[in-house]
């Protein structure tokens, strides 16, 4: 009578619980029905111009930001500004599938910049180097930014 007791509330204590003792882990769970979490890396560049030339080299630097877009493995990209002295810093970061992705498009040496055909006219010294970020956490749900 003991032996079928303890194995009622043992059963019991399964169904309520579940079957693995690591369900509460992080990454033990099963997927979400949206699917398990995307690996997602984020490339920045930085460029700096003269302020009298920052409205034209914006219009141009934004037409290929947009082009990023379709490249095969981008997630897109986001362009943003800010006046420092005597500049203007524009950064670009971009969101790729992988590393393998950005290595298609930028090659082998992913950290060494895509400039584009115009940079040299524009910039006030060339980047020499792009920097990889695993994107960990994101919620951009409130941005809104208007063109």
């Known amino acids: ?32 029905p949206s699917g398990p979490p995307r690996t997602v890396v984020a490339r ?18 934004l037409e290929g930001v947009k082009k990023i877009g379709s490249v095969p493995g981008s997630l897109g990209a986001q362009l943003m500004r800010r006046e420092e002295a005597g500049a203007v810093e524009f950064t670009v970061i971009s969101y790729w599938e992988s590393r393998k992705a950005i290595e298609a498009y930028a090659g082998r040496d992913i950290e060494k910049p895509h400039h584009l055909p115009r940079d040299r006219e ?26």
């Open 1 to 32: 009578m003991k032996k079928a007791i303890f194995l009622f509330v043992g059963l019991t204590l399964v169904a309520l619980f579940g079957f693995s003792t690591r369900a509460d882990r992080a990454g033990d769970s099963a997927p979400s």
């Open 44 to 61: 920045e560049w930085k460029g700096r111009v003269a302020p009298a030339r920052a409205e034209e080299y914006y219009r141009y630097l």
């Open 122 to 147: 524009f910039l006030l010294e060339l980047p020499t180097r792009v920097l990889h970020y695993d994107v960990t956490y994101t919620d951009l749900a409130q941005v809104k930014v208007v063109q």
